[in-house]
């Protein structure tokens, strides 16, 4: 059986600026454990803790520009372009431009508090 889902859930965010996140598909919205699939709306200069999540992050941007820190490797997403973070691989998100960022988030299984693992340090 389909299922619609009229709204989103605006869920809190990590970081030192506040981000808008709208969970469609989730834990929280439609208490779906298997997939998450949110909105993101990060302003200029956000950044949250590095992380090393216990799930797969597919990320499409769909507006700006999100950088994303690996280990090895800082890689620049502009509109239209995607970027695929593995389970148990440290990462760290910021939209460091002018007009921040808007991007899709797709995590396999669902994106939990209890499952992402973010760095102690916080960022200011």
Same mark, same amino acid.
């Given at each position: ?11 809190? #965010?990590? =970081? %030192? ?5 709208? *969970? @469609?598909?989730?834990?929280? %919205? ?5 997939? #998450?699939?949110? !909105? /993101? +709306? #990060?302003?200029? =200069?956000? /950044? ?7 799930? $797969? ?7 700006? /520009?999100? !950088?994303? +820190?690996? +280990? ?5 997403? !502009? ?6 973070? !593995? +389970?148990? *691989?440290?990462?760290? @998100? #910021? ?7 808007? @991007? ?9 508090? $209890?499952?992402?693992?973010? $760095?102690? %340090?916080?960022?200011?």
């Amino acid at each position: 059986m389909a299922i619609k889902v009229e709204k989103p859930t605006i869920i809190e #965010s990590a =970081g %030192n600026k506040p981000k808008v996140i709208e *969970e @469609y598909v989730g834990r929280v %919205n439609t208490k779906t454990a298997d997939v #998450s699939i949110a !909105r /993101m +709306k #990060s302003p200029a =200069g956000w /950044m949250e803790p590095g992380q090393k999540p216990e799930f $797969d992050e597919y990320t499409v941007v769909l507006r700006g /520009m999100l !950088r994303v +820190k690996t +280990k090895t490797e800082i890689l620049e997403i !502009r509109p239209g372009e995607a970027v695929i973070a !593995r +389970k148990n *691989e440290w990462v760290q @998100y #910021s939209t460091p431009d002018d007009d921040g960022a808007e @991007y899709i988030a797709v995590c396999l299984p669902a994106f939990s508090p $209890d499952t992402v693992h973010r $760095d102690d %340090n916080q960022v200011e």
